[in-house]
């Protein structure tokens, strides 16, 4: 673990609220010139608190209109291994993310689909079939508040 002091932790907000933000401009609204912004992200990512950055996309200005959250109980454990499972889960392009939980359910899953039709037919064809699947849940996503983490 790595001790953070205030000005890593509005670098982590900086990059939290956008990402492609160079170390120049994060330095800019800090305050910090862009060596030396550079070199505390350059050491939070080697610390492995800065994992990688990523694109977040648009799901419904890409056609896709509906997310469903899926709680999917296998139904043998012991006839079908967890990655076998997890394989073919994330094999399906619909399948946005695979997480393997503890509770009620084994596995929580997010799909994206055009919409209702489209989300039935990838449930009927590709989640029903998967593997050990047994009990199915899901929950269509109304609307999505994200918020920035525990550095807020």
Do not use: C
């Amino acid at each position: 673990m790595i001790d953070l002091d205030d000005t890593d932790r509005a670098i982590l907000r900086e990059l939290v609220r956008d990402g492609s933000q160079s170390a120049g401009a994060v330095g800019r609204t800090l305050g910090l010139s862009q060596p030396a912004a550079w070199r505390r992200i350059r050491r939070l990512e080697e610390a492995g608190v800065i994992a990688g950055r990523r694109l977040d996309l648009d799901a419904e200005a890409l056609g896709f209109g509906v997310t469903v959250f899926l709680g999917v109980k296998l139904a043998a454990k012991g006839r079908v291994s967890l990655e076998d499972f997890e394989r073919a889960a994330t094999a399906i392009p619909e399948v946005q993310t695979v997480q393997h939980v503890l509770g009620l359910f084994d596995y929580r899953l997010r799909v994206t689909a055009r919409d209702i039709a489209d989300f039935e037919r990838v449930l009927r064809r590709r989640i029903m079939t998967l593997p050990g699947v047994g009990n199915v849940e899901a929950n269509v996503l109304l609307s999505e508040e994200r918020r920035p983490g525990p550095l807020g």
